[in-house]
DNA sequence: AAAGTCCCCAACCGCTGCATT
DNA sequence: TAATGCAGCGGTTGGGGACTT
């Protein structure tokens, strides 16, 4: 059985909101509040809108302290973490930026930060351009024993994360194919849960143990346990830089700085949220599928 | 200056989870 | 317990300004 619509579409007023309407729904929240009802707030207040419309324009554009303008760098900085851990939740990573809406949060990733991200270019250490060590959708999708189709999230998130072991392992022997990452065999402790009290997200979650981090991350086995990256004599021999000095190379073409990883020392630190999505807590919130390759990388990589 | 193309972002669409009946 | 309605969310679209040819 199908639902019924939420207003009429044949109706109401569609497009760009007019300042004398803007001014009407404010003024309206302001003095009266929403009354927990967006679908019949548009009739109280005389709008030719549909609800759903209304509250959309107060939660991005109307209600007090929202932030437009350009992304400082810290807010581009956690944007990237935050996608690379939980994927393209923006409200979640939203609730992390003060003042910014996950409309725009989207929008600066889809428009901005993603095109630096993985659509860039950079110099490797002869100076000379070459394309970035991910290969494409397609190249991922259609590979070899790609039996899994990914979404375009996790697509963009593994690619991220082999730029990222690229700079850590420039020579190295890590995994230039991502497809090497789905193993079947990889053992990850994933206990499902209808998880009420870790995010306000409508996915499904899992909480996801780490019990022995040697046995959690055979990827990077040949090059950086995470204890090696806890330890600051390591940081005098290699190329270990910070996931923050990472990303900025990425997004500015900055140059990397050797520095120490401060993982604690033989864990994983898997976090996410509780439930009004702001503090994070001891678990991680991914589907299935994506959880053995993040656990992969995020255990070398750095604690969140 | 005009036409074509690109890019940004506000707004819409449709799905999901939760609360209520 | 099932049906219903709503809020919230992420994906997508399209108008219009900016830029290029």
């Given at each position: ?7 009429d579409?044949?109706t109401?007023k ?8 803007d001014a009407?729904?404010?003024t ?11 679908i ?6 005389g ?14 554009y ?47 990733w889809n ?31 259609n ?7 990914l ?6 998130r ?29 053992q ?5 849960s ?34 090696q ?17 990472e ?10 700085t ?13 976090w ?11 678990c ?21």
């Open positions: 059985m199908g639902r019924a619509p939420c207003c579409k044949a109401v569609r497009g760009p909101w007019s300042p004398e309407e009407m729904l404010k309206y929240i302001e003095e009266r509040g929403t009354g927990n009802n967006w019949a707030l548009p009739h109280k207040i709008l030719k809108r549909c609800g759903k419309s209304c509250r959309l324009r107060w939660l991005n109307l209600r007090p302290n929202i932030k437009h303008g350009d992304f400082t760098p810290e807010e581009d900085s956690t944007i990237c973490k935050l996608y690379i851990s939980i994927g393209s939740r923006w409200s979640i990573i939203a609730a992390q930026l003060p003042g910014r809406t996950d409309n725009d949060v989207k929008n600066y428009t901005k930060l993603k095109k630096r991200l993985l659509g860039g270019r950079r110099k490797d250490s002869r100076g000379t351009h070459h394309r970035q060590g991910a290969a494409t959708s397609n190249e991922l999708e590979g070899d024993d790609g039996e899994r189709p979404s375009a999230s996790a697509m963009e593994i690619q991220l994360c082999m730029q990222l072991q690229e700079m850590q392992n420039p020579l190295g022997v890590s995994h230039h194919n991502p497809l090497q990452l789905w193993q079947p065999n990889r990850v402790a994933v206990t499902h209808n998880n009420s009290n870790s995010s306000n997200s409508s996915h499904s979650s899992f909480n996801v143990t780490v019990a022995e981090h040697g046995q959690s991350s055979s990827l990077n086995d040949q090059h950086l346990s995470g204890q990256l806890a330890s600051p004599s390591s940081a005098e021999n290699s190329n270990v830089v910070t996931i923050e000095a990303l900025q190379e990425l997004l500015y073409s900055g140059t990397t050797d520095s120490v990883v401060t993982t604690q020392q033989g864990e994983v630190d898997w996410s949220y509780d439930q009004q999505g702001k503090s994070p807590v001891n991680w919130d991914f589907t299935p599928e994506t959880t053995s390759v993040y656990q992969d990388y995020t255990s070398v990589m750095y604690d969140m």
